[in-house]
């Protein structure tokens, strides 16, 4: 398939805020697509390169490279390019990568450029999110949305799933199915003013620590053990510790969910930007380990033996979770089964989880099943303060004694076009070693710098506590947070996990 054609595509789906148009717009697409181009034609529009950024700069790409006059480009071209930029290293790295990025830009008429300029820097913004491509390719597939969603969150990859369905049609869809070796998307949760909401609205529940680490996700089958985190990285050779814990239970194949945290010399959680530094780092894991060590605390099963659990309700998943993994590697959890009756000890339970440094509590209908890769509202997290997950759009340098930090965060959120709304600023919260990893990390993702304002690709998401909304004109949402600060930065999570307009609208009252 032509790039022009993509870029075309990419730019009537910017064009247009009408759900069913994008869908029309990307199922003729990926309907014309060649079954081996169409997991690539996917991936550019949701602006993902499967080699992972290639390594190139702005000045790079700002270089003025003579356009093509006419369409020769193709998708397969774009990926062979990309795969051989990745591969580039050793002496005259730089000079062998402008040699490849020059030749692929001089094969590119002016607009599809423009849109390879966008995907190299991770800059392609129409609207064409995951939720929307699916649905596309449902209509060219001819194949039920729901039934292509299961399959997408048991695989963990759209583009893959898409390859497939557009090829064979709905046949393939059973082919995908939870496996040991390969991670699925966890499923997450949707938010609770408090205990006694979260019990009113789920009924016979289990209340359960909710522990301020990294989420994993843990395979095992025999001796080989695969530790992934909530994006789906794989990070085994960074916890040795859960790959020996893995392997001391009873079970050959299986898969776990559940948390990583770090604990002071008083068995008090140590806070989460220092797990995530541990989980993150590459380099000497050993000495890393002996620093700080890691204790995994498992709170769901997926899957056991040939077994997949996925289905089952809440209070048999558990059931075999206990039989599994010991009481010491196990979420504390408290169940509720008449919430009138135990209202009083399930919010002693949320007081005392408070007490011993953990973030809040997780409750949970023990009659769901696990929704991988959904948040819906058969999970409730409450913690005591209004927290949203944002993206970072741009930050200001700092005066005083942040001069050289950048600092004032600008915030947004998801809408529903694919772009971010900004929410409003904040600089509060940031610690001193908040602000020095900040600068690091926010002047790689720069795209723009006037010596006041860095604007970057939206990547970093920080989480934000606020005490709630107010009606600003300023800003597109119409709202702006109120006293907003920095809780912490997640590195473990990507922007599409962040939250939406709608989610902020949803969760504090305007004044």
Not at 261 to 268: F, N, S, Y
Not at 286 to 311: H, K, N, Y
Request: glycine share 10%; proline share 5%.
């Amino acid at each position: 398939m032509l790039l022009a054609d993509v870029a075309r595509v990419s730019r009537e789906v910017a064009g247009t805020s009408a759900r069913s148009r994008k869908t029309a717009l990307l199922a003729e697409l990926f309907g014309a697509a060649p079954p081996g181009e169409a997991g690539l034609v996917i991936s550019y529009l949701a602006g993902r390169l499967p080699q992972g950024r290639p390594g190139i700069g702005w000045r790079a790409l700002g270089r003025e490279v003579a356009p093509a006059e006419a369409p020769a480009l193709t998708v397969g071209d774009v990926d062979a390019a990309v795969t051989e930029l990745a591969a580039v290293a050793g002496a005259g790295a730089q000079r062998e990568r402008r040699r490849i990025l020059d030749a692929l830009l001089g094969a590119a008429t002016v607009d599809e450029q423009a849109f390879l300029r966008s995907l190299l820097s991770g800059e392609v913004r129409q609207g064409a999110l995951d939720a929307v491509a699916l649905e596309g390719v449902a209509s060219a597939a001819g194949v039920p949305a729901a039934e292509l969603r299961r399959a997408v969150m048991l695989d963990g990859s759209l583009p893959r799933v898409a390859a497939a369905v557009l090829a064979e049609g709905a046949p393939a869809l059973g082919g995908f199915t939870l496996r040991v070796g390969r991670p699925v998307q966890p499923m997450l949760a949707a938010t609770a003013g408090s205990v006694a909401e979260a019990l009113a609205a789920l009924g016979p529940c289990a209340v359960e620590e909710k522990l301020d680490g990294v989420r994993i996700q843990v395979h095992r089958d025999g001796d080989d053990v695969r530790v992934y985190t909530r994006s789906l990285d794989e990070i085994t050779d960074r916890l040795p510790e859960v790959t020996e814990l893995a392997r001391s239970l009873p079970g050959e194949r299986f898969i776990l969910d559940g948390e990583v945290i770090g604990r002071d010399a008083a068995g008090r959680p140590v806070p989460f930007q220092q797990v995530a530094s541990r989980v993150g780092s590459r380099t000497d894991v050993a000495a890393a380990r002996r620093t700080l060590p890691l204790a995994a605390f498992f709170f769901d099963v997926l899957a056991i033996g040939d077994e997949v659990l996925l289905d089952l309700p809440v209070r048999e998943r558990h059931a075999a979770l206990t039989a599994l993994v010991p009481e010491s590697a196990r979420v504390r959890r408290l169940v509720v089964e008449d919430p009138a009756a135990q209202a009083a000890a399930a919010e002693e339970f949320g007081t005392e989880t408070l007490a011993r440094g953990h973030e809040g509590v997780m409750v949970k209908s023990l009659g769901s099943a696990y929704a991988a890769g959904r948040r819906g509202r058969h999970w409730l997290k409450v913690k005591p303060v209004h927290t949203l997950d944002l993206v970072v759009l741009a930050a200001e340098w700092g005066h005083g004694r942040r001069t050289g930090l950048l600092s004032n965060l600008h915030l947004g959120a998801r809408a529903a076009d694919g772009t971010y709304a900004m929410l409003g600023k904040t600089f509060k919260g940031l610690t001193d070693e908040m602000l020095r990893w900040q600068t690091d990390a926010l002047r790689a993702l720069a795209t723009s710098d006037d010596g006041f304002t860095v604007r970057v690709r939206p990547e970093l998401v920080v989480e934000i506590a606020y005490d709630g909304l107010q009606r600003s004109p300023r800003y597109p949402a119409g709202v702006a947070l109120r006293f907003a600060r920095v809780l912490r930065h997640r590195p473990d999570k990507t922007a599409e996990q962040a939250d939406t307009v709608e989610t902020v609208l949803g969760g504090g009252a305007a004044g």
